[in-house]
Nanobody, 123 residues
Framework: VQLQASGGGLVQAGGSLRLSCAAS????????VGWFRQAPGKEREFVAG????????DYADSVKGRFTISRDNAKNTVYLQMNSLKPEDTAVYYC?????????????????WGQGTEVTVSS
């Protein structure tokens, strides 16, 4: 599976962005997908995840109520809608995929990674 993340950019605090993760190379619909982020000098952290049916999602406490993950298996794409952005959301965002039915929060559990898209939130 090849993953391509896009949609990052510069936005003011309180603004919104929608990230996309487009997959190719294999049937994407049987994979769980996670979004992670890594700020300068910090470890990569789990942001949100979704199972292949789209019926189960999980979020880091820091983004609950502000971010929404969704997927369109017909388009082989997973989205991360980010609202009410804060300066502390500034990071490079990565999407990742792993075969199976469970959302995993550990980066090491994912087999496939996109290249990352940078999000900068100004105060």
């Amino acid at each position: 599976v090849q993953l391509q993340a896009s949609g990052g950019g510069l936005v003011q605090a309180g603004g919104s962005l929608r990230l996309s993760c487009a997959a190719s190379g294999r049937t994407f619909s049987t994979y769980a997908v996670g979004w992670f982020r890594q700020a300068p000098g910090k470890e990569r952290e789990f942001v949100a995840g979704i199972v292949w049916t789209g019926r189960t999602t999980d979020y880091a406490d820091s983004v609950k109520g502000r971010f929404t993950i969704s997927r369109d298996n017909a388009k082989n794409t997973v989205y991360l809608q980010m609202n009410s952005l804060k300066p502390e959301d500034t990071a490079v965002y990565y999407c990742a995929a792993v075969a199976g039915w469970v959302i995993r929060v550990a980066a090491n559990d994912y087999n496939y990674w996109g290249q990352g898209t940078e999000v900068t939130v100004s105060s």
